[in-house]
């Protein structure tokens, strides 16, 4: 539907009036990590069609998200205002949201970093924008599609999918070497890797859409291939290399992002191998005996960010239990655990303690209810499902994570 433009003032043109119309009427926000998996829905169909009363808020709201984002048309990465380094509209592109120009400096270059604080000139590039659309719309329709049988909702997904990684002429080139761009620094870095968080939400629904027949075999070819080059590119590109080492939430999403994408590509040795790694590198390394994770509790925004490493770790360990890898219990002689992260974080996070770090802006608890929700049904423990129940903000009957969960709702 969108021809590929490469007049910059048209782009424009068609990306501001995209924004006006179709992208407005949104209500799925942007997640950050799904559990999303053939096993999970499973349960769940099963207690939709045994009519289980419980989760049919849940299911409901679903499908009125999901009949909004049947609708909506997201721009191609191909429609840009301006164009990446390298000169082509199909590079992702985006600038790194906290750095500003320097003052000190005529034209404020190189940027100085400002944790925390986001310089709104990066929202004048808008593919980061449109990428976690695409994550979002494609997660609402799989599910739906998995919990209803509506083929309408395979067939918007797959719409999606084409467009952003199949169609020569729209899609995206399986790297994020231009991603988290700092003007007038021009070393490679690898933190932008980090805005690739959301492929582990389309590598899990793709196993879900192999039952629609609106997917083809050369859909699935191609989008196996595309994440096979992308896995190749996060192992063999400067910034891959660079990431792996992020000793913070950076280096744990690269891992959770690899893992799954082994994982979905039928490379249960690669996978394994990542998540033994990922013991020693990511939990043994970044989580302290008491359960504090230092590395985020020095930035501006603690609590959020402290919470954001953990989704990744759950995110990693749902993954590597598969191929053999316990990360759920497994413990450093001194007690680094990711239990222990969650148990430290869990009364802040649930506002029964008050946070003694720094938290700038506003902390959203909807990304905690569903760690909890998550451990409830990993460590079978009474506790999680209370501290569920307890949680302010959260719309416990329609969450999105009752249905990734349903077995951690406890019964009347």
Same mark, same amino acid.
């Given at each position: 539907?969108?021809?590929?433009?490469?007049?910059?003032?048209?782009?424009?043109?068609?990306?501001?009036?995209?924004?006006?119309?179709?992208?407005?009427?949104?209500?799925?926000?942007?997640?950050?990590?799904?559990?999303?998996?053939?096993?999970?829905?499973?349960? /769940? *169909? !099963?207690?939709?069609?045994? @009519?289980? %009363?419980?989760?049919?808020? #849940?299911?409901?709201?679903? &499908? $009125?998200?999901?009949?909004?984002?049947?609708?909506?048309?997201?721009?191609?990465?191909?429609?840009?205002?301006?164009?990446?380094?390298?000169?082509?509209?199909?590079?992702?592109?985006?600038?790194?949201?906290?750095?500003?120009?320097?003052?000190?400096?005529?034209?404020?270059?190189?940027?100085?970093?400002?944790?925390?604080?986001?310089?709104?000139?990066?929202?004048?590039?808008?593919?980061?924008?449109?990428?976690?659309?695409?994550?979002?719309?494609?997660?609402?329709? /799989? *599910? !739906?599609?998995?919990?209803? @049988?509506? %083929?309408?909702?395979?067939? #918007?997904?797959?719409?999606? &999918? $084409?467009?952003?990684?199949?169609?020569?002429?729209?899609?995206?080139?399986?790297?994020?070497?231009?991603?988290?761009?700092?003007?007038?620094?021009?070393?490679?870095?690898?933190?932008?890797?980090?805005?690739?968080?959301?492929?582990?939400?389309?590598?899990?629904?793709?196993?879900?859409?192999?039952?629609?027949?609106?997917?083809?075999?050369?859909?699935?070819?191609?989008?196996?291939?595309?994440?096979?080059?992308?896995?190749?590119?996060?192992?063999?590109?400067?910034?891959?290399?660079?990431?792996?080492?992020?000793?913070?939430?950076?280096?744990?999403?690269?891992?959770?992002?690899?893992?799954?994408?082994?994982?979905?590509?039928?490379?249960?040795?690669?996978?394994?191998?990542?998540?033994?790694?990922?013991?020693?590198?990511?939990?043994?390394?970044?989580?302290?005996?008491?359960?504090?994770?230092?590395?985020?509790?020095?930035?501006?925004?603690?609590?959020?960010?402290?919470?954001?490493?953990?989704?990744?770790?759950?995110?990693?360990?749902?993954?590597?239990?598969?191929?053999?890898?316990?990360?759920?219990?497994?413990?450093?002689?001194?007690?680094?655990?990711?239990?222990?992260?969650?148990?430290?974080?869990?009364?802040?996070?649930?506002?029964?303690?008050?946070?003694?770090?720094?938290?700038?802006?506003?902390?959203?608890?909807?990304?905690?209810?569903?760690?909890?929700?998550?451990?409830?049904?990993?460590?079978?423990?009474?506790?999680?499902?209370?501290?569920?129940?307890?949680?302010?903000?959260?719309?416990?009957?329609?969450?999105?994570?009752?249905?990734?969960?349903?077995?951690?709702?406890?019964?009347?």
């Amino acid at each position: 539907m969108f021809p590929m433009l490469k007049n910059a003032a048209c782009r424009t043109m068609v990306c501001l009036a995209l924004l006006g119309t179709s992208l407005g009427c949104a209500s799925a926000a942007p997640r950050e990590y799904s559990f999303l998996d053939t096993r999970s829905v499973a349960a /769940t *169909l !099963a207690q939709v069609r045994d @009519g289980e %009363e419980r989760i049919q808020p #849940a299911v409901r709201a679903l &499908l $009125r998200e999901a009949d909004v984002v049947l609708h909506q048309e997201i721009p191609p990465l191909t429609i840009k205002p301006a164009l990446p380094p390298s000169g082509d509209p199909h590079d992702y592109y985006s600038l790194s949201p906290y750095w500003w120009p320097d003052s000190t400096k005529p034209d404020g270059l190189p940027y100085v970093r400002r944790d925390g604080r986001v310089n709104p000139e990066r929202e004048t590039i808008r593919d980061r924008e449109f990428l976690r659309k695409v994550y979002s719309s494609v997660e609402t329709l /799989t *599910l !739906a599609y998995a919990l209803s @049988g509506k %083929e309408d909702y395979a067939k #918007a997904a797959v719409r999606i &999918l $084409r467009q952003w990684f199949v169609n020569p002429e729209t899609r995206m080139n399986p790297s994020l070497t231009f991603a988290q761009i700092v003007r007038g620094n021009k070393k490679p870095r690898g933190a932008g890797i980090i805005e690739g968080r959301g492929m582990i939400i389309l590598a899990a629904s793709l196993d879900l859409l192999f039952a629609s027949p609106h997917l083809t075999a050369s859909d699935r070819t191609a989008l196996t291939g595309w994440l096979r080059a992308y896995y190749q590119w996060l192992h063999e590109s400067p910034q891959g290399k660079d990431e792996i080492d992020a000793p913070n939430n950076h280096g744990s999403w690269y891992d959770a992002q690899r893992v799954t994408i082994a994982w979905t590509l039928r490379d249960t040795a690669g996978a394994k191998r990542i998540a033994e790694e990922a013991l020693t590198l990511r939990i043994a390394s970044q989580i302290e005996p008491d359960g504090r994770q230092p590395q985020e509790l020095r930035r501006t925004r603690a609590l959020h960010y402290s919470t954001f490493n953990l989704m990744a770790l759950f995110a990693l360990a749902s993954v590597a239990e598969r191929v053999g890898v316990d990360m759920w219990t497994f413990a450093t002689p001194d007690g680094r655990s990711i239990r222990k992260a969650l148990d430290w974080l869990a009364p802040y996070a649930t506002g029964k303690s008050v946070w003694p770090y720094e938290q700038i802006g506003e902390y959203e608890p909807d990304f905690f209810y569903e760690l909890l929700l998550r451990a409830a049904v990993v460590y079978k423990d009474e506790h999680y499902r209370l501290l569920v129940e307890s949680m302010k903000g959260i719309d416990t009957r329609t969450h999105r994570g009752i249905l990734l969960h349903p077995e951690a709702l406890r019964t009347p």
